[in-house]
């Protein structure tokens, strides 16, 4: 992004973009969004493949959720900012101790750009062979599931939340059938009635539940994450009342 400190004007002034022909008002607000996020900037600055990056990392510094040694899997991978701090995170990039070396793996319909200590699968999580593809890989069972996926938005508020939550229940299905006992999920939703139905379900099998939203989520956005911690395994199941206290300045 260019500074434009020069002829009397601020270095922080918002860059415009000009309607182009067969550019949507839509696109041009994104596009202008784009341009004047700081993550944005500060992910091409040190290197990370999406602001997308940022939300992980802060959720992480809360949470510990990512440690030396273990396996995750990283669903809805592209472009790849997620991977890499799991990379970094559990020691699987070259170079790393060997006994405390972890394994990530990501998955997604689209070709993912190769990177160090991360290897991705071209393929819909849903493929029947998906979860034993990826525990081959792993090693072993996953001690964490993450998702950062969400479906094209539409436009349309109440549309939009129904298919992420779809997507974040049918990733949660996923990662029952590959986490270890102990293990973590985590998946972005969006806030609009039907989000606690999500938390009900997954209080059936994981010790702890709640929601999170790191600052690196726009304030503009009722973006969240579904964070569940202490996986119990599907058949133990729990009781739905076992909510973890909600953390401050992390709820809605």
């Known amino acids: ?55 992980l990392l802060e959720i992480d510094e809360r949470f510990h959720l990512l440690k030396p040694g273990q396996r995750v899997v990283d669903l809805g991978a592209a472009p790849g900012g997620w991977s890499q701090v799991a990379a970094a995170r559990v020691g699987s990039q070259p170079g790393a101790e060997a006994g405390r070396r972890g394994r990530v793996v990501g998955i997604d319909l689209l070709e993912i750009e ?16 998906a979860p034993g593809l990826l525990t081959g890989m792993l090693g072993g069972p996953a001690d964490v599931v993450m998702s950062d996926m969400a479906a094209n938005a539409t436009g349309h508020k109440k549309t939009d939340h129904l ?73 133990e199941g729990g009781d739905p009342e076992d909510e973890a206290p909600p953390e401050a300045g992390w709820t809605p």
């Open 114 to 129: 190769p990177m160090p200590g991360v290897d991705f699968v071209t393929l819909d999580f849903l493929d029947p062979s």
């Open 1 to 55: 992004m260019s500074d434009r400190r020069g002829g009397g004007q601020r270095g922080d002034l918002k860059q415009r973009v000009k309607t182009a022909r067969g550019r949507t008002v839509s696109s041009k607000r994104w596009l202008e969004r784009q341009l004047n996020d700081p993550y944005v900037a500060k992910a091409k600055r040190e290197g990370y493949r999406s602001r997308a990056a940022y939300k």
């Open 163 to 235: 298919r992420i939550m779809g997507l974040a229940e049918t990733a949660a299905a996923f990662a029952r059938e590959i986490l270890a006992p102990g293990g973590v999920y985590l998946a972005k939703v969006l806030q609009g009635g039907t989000e606690s139905g999500l938390l009900a379900d997954l209080k059936r099998d994981f010790a702890a539940v709640r929601h999170v939203k790191p600052a690196a989520s726009r304030a503009d956005s009722s973006e969240l994450y579904v964070l569940a911690t202490g996986y119990r395994g599907a058949a």
